[in-house]
């Protein structure tokens, strides 16, 4: 309990009166371009100024990141603005660079979480420093891999840990480029309370006009901190152009922004509401994408129906149906009452749709 407080102090230690902030671009392109952005920056509420100098890129061929040349890119912005850093490694040779260019905080990416050995490479060679590490969530929804991760950084004597919540790969495409699974975020919140946990809006998204909802989400779910790509000129960003919003554009966000301050009149009661209600308002987004899922493929038989010339209403199947969901809501402590006005509904919306897709021949 002791070991875990030490670790929250680094950020109570900063005595914030708003979230964390960590924003820069996605890729340090150039000097001019580094230095550029981060004296937009500079006497906002910005705490650390984040820029990739090694890239991971899915594909080979892409812009991979202008190495070790772009730390002394953010020596110079400290130098000039006081900012301090932030930057990705992923392996032990990253690590002894960004400790040598004295880099505040560095934050272990998705990709590399995802594997023990690379987690167990980095630990080694992050060994004792003072230094902020952060480690992003795995590209794939696996809690364990996180909490591995965070674990064997901790054995490694990091103090100043914490995790950034970037969101999950899908292969089916939905809205978000990697959907958010807020309840592994919460769930790991629940495992690590005294740690720190920074949303990454921009990765969870993937595109920019997404981020300001996405970032209150975050703070209605009592994150700590925002970490949000940032560029001069957006369009012509070098790596994940779509998803990065100007230094004007995120300094009026964070006025924007509703920031949940947990001052004293603020009841246990109503913090621990909130964070309910933030839960229901995923489950119930959940609940509409999983009906509109099952809408188009009730569209798609009945495309089918209509080829073949089959009824609309097929009652034995309905039946079936029917049956089964009754005791599937029973393990689930929902009544049969219940359980049948939905499918009801459900039901009579799926024959609407059918019919006008029929009709429509
Ligand atoms: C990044 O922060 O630019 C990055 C590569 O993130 P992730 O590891 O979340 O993909
Ligand atoms: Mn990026």
Redesign the pocket.
Known sequence: MENKKNMKNWLENMELAHPLVIAGP??AETEQQILNIAHQLKDTDVNFY?A?IW??RTRPGNFEGVGALGLKWLQKVKEETGLKTAT?VANRNHVKLALEHDIDLL?I????TVSPFIMQELADALQGTDKIVLV?NP?NPDLGLWLGGIERLKTAGIKKLGA?H?GFSTYEKTKYR?IPEWQIAIDFQNKFPDLPLIN?P??ITGKRDMIFDVSQMALDLNFDGL?I?THHDPDKAW??AAQQITPATLIQMMIDLRIRKESDEETDFKSKIDLLRAQIDIADNQLLETLGRRMKISDQIGELKKQKNVAVLQSKRWNEILGKMILEGETRGLSEEFVLRVYKAIHQESINHQQKIVKGS
Request: glycine share 8%; with cysteine.
């Open positions: 996605c890729s984040r990739g890239k991971p990705e934050w990416g998705a990709r590399s992003k590209v950034i970037r990697n990454d921009s990765h970490m790509e790596s994940d």
